[in-house]
């Protein structure tokens, strides 16, 4: 392969890995929100709760309002945490949504802050 044809499929290989979120049809948005206090809500965007979605990739809004709380979402193919106890912030996430039971909750408050939901 020469430098020139190396180079073109570097450059297309980064191309395609930038493409925006936007190129993926997006399947669904989630609102969460931590805090103040012992609160922990997940929703859509358009302000309703749920216990179950349909597979696919999600565009994620954390809300972290407390500084003693985060967010951790644990599931298949997904351990992510919002933010470090003690720091307060938001993220937006974009996470693709397999089948199973996803659980939620707040590190340290596991016992009182937490859910689930199902991807069917």
Same mark, same amino acid.
């Given at each position: 392969m020469t430098r020139i044809t190396a180079l073109l499929v570097l450059v297309s290989a980064i191309l395609a890995?930038?493409?925006?979120?936007?190129?993926v049809r997006v399947a669904g948005k989630i609102v969460v929100t931590v805090g103040p206090g012992?609160?922990? /809500?997940?929703?859509?965007?358009?302000?309703?709760? %749920?216990?179950? *979605?349909? !597979? #696919?990739?999600?565009?994620?809004? /954390?809300?972290?309002?407390?500084?003693?709380?985060? %967010?951790?979402? *644990?599931? !298949? #193919?997904?351990?992510?945490?919002?933010?470090?106890?003690?720091v307060k912030g938001g993220a937006i996430w974009r996470l693709w949504l397999r089948k199973g039971t996803y659980q939620y909750y707040s590190d340290g408050f596991r016992s009182t802050m937490n859910g689930s939901f199902k991807v069917v």
């Open positions: 890995l930038a493409a925006p979120a936007s190129a012992p609160k922990l /809500v997940l929703e859509t965007k358009a302000g309703a709760r %749920f216990k179950t *979605l349909k !597979p #696919g990739f999600y565009l994620i809004f /954390v809300r972290d309002l407390s500084n003693r709380r985060n %967010f951790h979402l *644990l599931g !298949p #193919g997904v351990n992510r945490a919002s933010s470090v106890k003690g």
